[in-house]
C-alpha cells in the first residue's frame, strides 16, 4: 500500500493511493496512522500530483540518520573531508537531523548563500519504525519496519565541516530535505536491498546504485541503532547515500540558484525539487 499525505478540503489529510483515487483515512496524519492504524473515512478524492505534501511533518525525535553507508561514497571522499578523514568505521555512523527540514515531494528547497557556500545533495532511501524496540536482533530487525520512502539530505559542506566534526548544523537548515512523495508499506516493498537508486540535477545522472551496495543493510542499521536505545512508530531513519555527491567530484560542483533536483527509485517513487533562493523579509 501506499500512504500518502494530500490537501484537501483546506487542511493536510492521511490517505491511502489505489490507483487514481485516494482513500481519506480518519485520522489526522500519519505519524498517528503509523503508532495506532486508521480506518478508511469512506471519502475518495481524485489523484493529484498538486496535493501531495510531505508523509510525516510531526515527529517525536529528531530524523535519524546514516553516514558513510556506501563505499564507494566513503571513498569517494577521501582527502575532501577538510580535516576530517577516518579510517573506514566497523559500525554504522549515525547521526540527526532538525525536523524543520522536512519539505514536500514537490516543493522547492530553500537555498540562502548566506548560510552556506556549499549546498550538497545526497539521494537516500528513508525506513519508517512500525513497532517499539530496543535492542533488536538483526534478525528480526526488518519487523519492526513499517515503511520505506524517499528523502534527499541536502547538506551544507562548510557548515558540516565548521562546528568540531559533528554535523547536526551543517544537516539541518530548514525546509531543505525533500521527503516522499509516499510512504510503500514493507510487504509491497519486500527486500530493502534490492532498490535502485539515483538522483539527477538538471537532468544529469548524478548518483545510480543498488542498495545492496550499502556498507551495512538496513537489518543492520536497525539493530546497531537500537543497540540500548528504543526505536519508537513514526520514527525516520535515513540509511545513507550513494557516491556522487558534488563536494567529492573534480571540479567539485554545488547546487545553484534555478537546479532541479530528481530523486527516484524504482520501488518508490520520484521526488522533484526546485533550487529556489530564499527571499529575505
Not at 478524492?45 to 558513510?68: Q, Y
Not at 577538510?82 to 515531494?105: A, N, S
Not at 535502485?196 to 545510480?208: A, H, K, M, P, T
Amino acid at each position: 500500500m501506499r500512504y500518502v499525505m494530500v490537501s484537501h478540503a483546506g487542511r493536510d489529510v492521511p490517505g491511502v493511493l489505489e490507483g487514481d483515487l485516494v482513500q481519506l483515512l480518519s485520522a489526522t496524519d500519519l505519524t498517528g496512522v503509523v503508532a495506532n492504524g486508521a480506518a478508511l473515512s469512506g471519502e475518495s478524492i481524485p489523484w493529484n500530483a498538486g496535493m501531495v505534501r510531505a508523509p510525516l511533518t510531526r515527529f517525536r525525535r529528531d530524523i535519524l540518520c546514516t553516514g558513510w553507508n556506501y563505499w564507494d561514497h566513503f571513498e569517494e571522499s577521501k582527502g575532501k573531508r577538510e580535516g576530517q578523514d577516518v579510517e573506514r568505521p566497523e559500525h554504522p555512523t549515525f547521526f540527526t537531523k532538525g525536523p524543520d527540514v522536512v519539505i514536500g515531494p514537490y516543493d522547492d528547497i530553500a537555498w540562502d548563500p548566506a548560510i552556506s557556500a556549499k549546498w550538497d545533495y545526497e539521494a537516500e532511501v528513508a525506513l519508517v519504525i512500525g513497532k517499539t524496540g530496543r535492542n533488536i536482533p538483526a534478525e528480526t530487525a526488518l519487523d519492526h519496519v513499517w515503511g520505506y520512502t524517499l528523502a534527499n539530505d541536502v547538506s551544507q559542506r562548510d557548515l558540516q565541516r565548521a562546528h568540531g566534526g559533528q554535523w547536526l548544523k551543517g544537516k539541518s537548515i530548514d525546509n531543505t530535505m525533500p521527503l516522499g512523495p509516499w510512504i510503500v508499506t514493507a510487504d509491497e516493498v519486500g527486500d530493502p536491498q534490492d532498490i535502485q537508486l539515483q538522483c539527477l540535477v538538471n537532468g544529469e545522472v548524478r548518483q545510480d546504485a543498488s542498495t545492496r551496495q550499502m556498507a551495512f543493510d538496513v537489518a543492520t542499521l536497525i539493530s546497531e541503532l537500537s543497540f540500548g536505545m528504543t526505536l519508537r512508530p513514526g520514527d525516520l531513519l535515513l540509511t545513507g547515500t550513494p557516491a556522487g555527491i558534488g563536494n567529492a567530484r573534480e571540479p567539485q560542483v554545488f547546487l545553484q540558484d534555478g537546479d532541479v533536483v530528481v530523486t527516484r527509485a524504482d520501488k518508490l517513487g520520484e521526488l522533484r525539487n526546485k533550487v529556489s533562493k530564499v527571499s529575505k523579509v
